[in-house]
Nanobody, 123 residues
Framework: QVQLVESGGGLAQAGGSLRLACAAS????????MGWFRQAPGKEREFVAA????????YYADSVKGRFTCSRDNAKNTVYLQMNSLKPEDTAVYYC????????????????WGQGTQVTVSS
């Protein structure tokens, strides 16, 4: 089992920044690719970013490319999502997830999920 706990959400103005963190415990963190997803009210959960086990490869949704950066610190068992130039349409609950296989943009590829953290961007 892998337990994931997100933090860093909150309220930001459009154009501002937030940094989310996801702390993992349980099995060896570096064995897992990690992903970030988000879900707005009334919408399906959607892919935001993913990072491979070493942190050398990342993958972003087109909607966040150039604004968000995903990174990880395996020594701290933590994955991060730096969110810059925030837009009101970024408002959602953000989830991190762990995948014991290749990093992926598919919800179904992930085995473990955090409880989510709310991000609200005002215009």
């Amino acid at each position: 089992q892998v337990q994931l706990v997100e933090s860093g959400g909150g309220l930001a103005q459009a154009g501002g920044s937030l940094r989310l963190a996801c702390a993992a415990s349980g099995r060896t963190f570096s064995n897992y690719a990690m992903g970030w997803f988000r879900q707005a009210p009334g919408k399906e959960r959607e892919f935001v970013a993913a990072i491979n086990w070493s942190g050398r490869s990342t993958y972003y949704a087109d909607s966040v490319k150039g604004r968000f950066t995903c990174s990880r610190d395996n020594a701290k068992n933590t994955v991060y999502l730096q969110m810059n130039s925030l837009k009101p349409e970024d408002t959602a609950v953000y989830y991190c997830a762990a995948n014991s296989r290749l990093y992926s943009n598919s919800v179904d590829a992930y085995d473990y999920w955090g409880q989510g953290t709310q991000v609200t961007v005002s215009s």
